[in-house]
């Protein structure tokens, strides 16, 4: 129950830092606006496909994503104490859009969901030697 509140707040995060960015730096981000598009498609598709495969919100911490989450505070608070740059921008897109790919395969290659998945390295490396014995 708890990593799955913690992922709505995490969802609530991000809804608040979108809210700031189109009220308050729209204008930087704007001719740069079709990768948060596409990361927010996948990001809302990796709940689609939790909900759909599991009926419930998804409570894995994969290790891409938690970075993600890193990268795009460092982004933030830089984007609005500083300023906006177009590099940083794009990598904490970019790294975001492969954080939520990633918990995508995941979703799909697990029986249920369940807590401690580091990634799918890990999640295959699992699945091979349960193979093996």
């Not at 599991?54 to 982004?75: D, N, R």
């Not at 590099?87 to 995941?106: D, L, S």
Request: aromatic share 22%; charged share 10%.
């Amino acid at each position: 129950f708890g990593a799955a509140l913690d992922n709505l707040a995490d969802m609530g995060t991000y809804a608040m830092a979108l809210f700031g960015i189109f009220m308050f730096r729209w204008t930087e981000i704007g001719p740069h606006a079709t990768i948060l598009y596409i990361f927010l498609g996948i990001f809302l598709l990796s709940y689609v496909v939790a909900f759909v495969r599991f009926g419930k919100i998804p409570g894995l911490h994969l290790y891409t994503a938690v970075s993600a989450g890193y990268v795009q505070s460092i982004f933030f608070f830089i984007l609005f104490v500083f300023g906006f740059y177009p590099w940083m921008y794009y990598t904490a897109v970019i790294w975001g859009i492969v954080a939520y790919t990633e918990k995508i395969i995941v979703l799909f290659l697990l029986d249920d969901i369940r807590i401690g998945v580091k990634g799918l390295y890990w999640l295959l490396r699992q699945k091979r030697s349960e193979q093996v014995a």
